[in-house]
């Protein structure tokens, strides 16, 4: 059973470069969501999907970042033009509908940190 | 506006000692409420929730007590043993929504 999984674990980049990161969900999970964490916060919700598409998206989700989840299995999500203020955790969790209690699996993360 | 609320940043408890961890929530539309687990490198770990219609849920070392009319949730950890020092994050969800979290709250097991 292979739980949730992120690329790249880690990502250095410089102010006004695109950066993109891959999340892969548990296979029969339907749903899929972006959280960010900042230092000394708990993870802040961005957006999320079910199947392929996007139900929601966070006003913490400015016109830079965009989401996909193409064939209702892995995501990506690309920040355009980064800025300092994006460094952070970046975490993905994926989640079945279905279940009771709403519990979210979540992957080890995609820390970014824009120079 | 934060919705769920760990007023406590830290806790330090003995080893073998209960560990006791609340939490606040504003939001009287939540339906469920959960607890994960946070290790430094990792993402966080869930380890225990609650639907709004009950008081209480045990799984082995980990109880979630949940008071609806304070908006008030704790986590008990009996006994505490030096793997539980960790970062607990409260969380809450209306009905398959998105998850809110709190600002989190360290643990650490004293030896």
């Known amino acids: 059973d292979t739980g949730v999984s992120q690329d790249p674990r880690h990502k250095i980049t410089k102010r006004g470069q695109n950066v993109t990161f891959r999340c892969d969900p548990i296979s029969e999970h339907n749903r899929l969501y972006w959280y960010r964490q900042t230092l000394g916060q708990g993870p802040e919700f961005l957006t999320y999907f079910q199947n392929e598409a996007q139900l929601e998206k966070s006003r913490l989700l400015s016109d830079r970042f965009s989401a996909e989840r193409p064939k209702g299995s892995f995501s990506t999500l690309e920040i355009q033009r980064t800025e300092q203020g994006d460094s952070a955790m970046y975490l993905c969790?994926?989640?079945?509908?279905?279940?009771?209690?709403?519990?979210?699996?979540f992957g080890p993360g995609t820390r970014l940190t824009v120079l | 506006d934060q919705q769920v609320k760990q007023n406590s940043p830290s806790l330090s408890v003995q080893e073998g000692r209960i560990s006791i961890l609340n939490c606040d929530y504003t939001?009287?539309?939540?339906?469920?409420f959960l607890w994960y687990k946070k290790y430094p490198a990792e993402g966080p770990t869930f380890l225990i929730s609650i639907s709004s219609i009950k008081d209480k849920n045990e799984d082995g070392r980990f109880t979630v007590f949940l008071n609806k009319s304070a908006k008030h949730l704790s986590l008990h950890i009996v006994p505490s043993q030096p793997g539980d020092s960790a970062v607990y994050f409260c969380?809450?969800?209306?009905?398959?929504?998105?998850?809110?979290f709190g600002k989190g709250t360290r643990l650490h097991i004293l030896p």
């Open positions: 969790a994926s989640s079945l509908r279905e279940s009771h209690y709403n519990e979210q699996f």
């Open positions: 939001n009287s539309m939540f339906d469920y």
């Open positions: 969380a809450a969800s209306e009905w398959n929504d998105k998850i809110i």
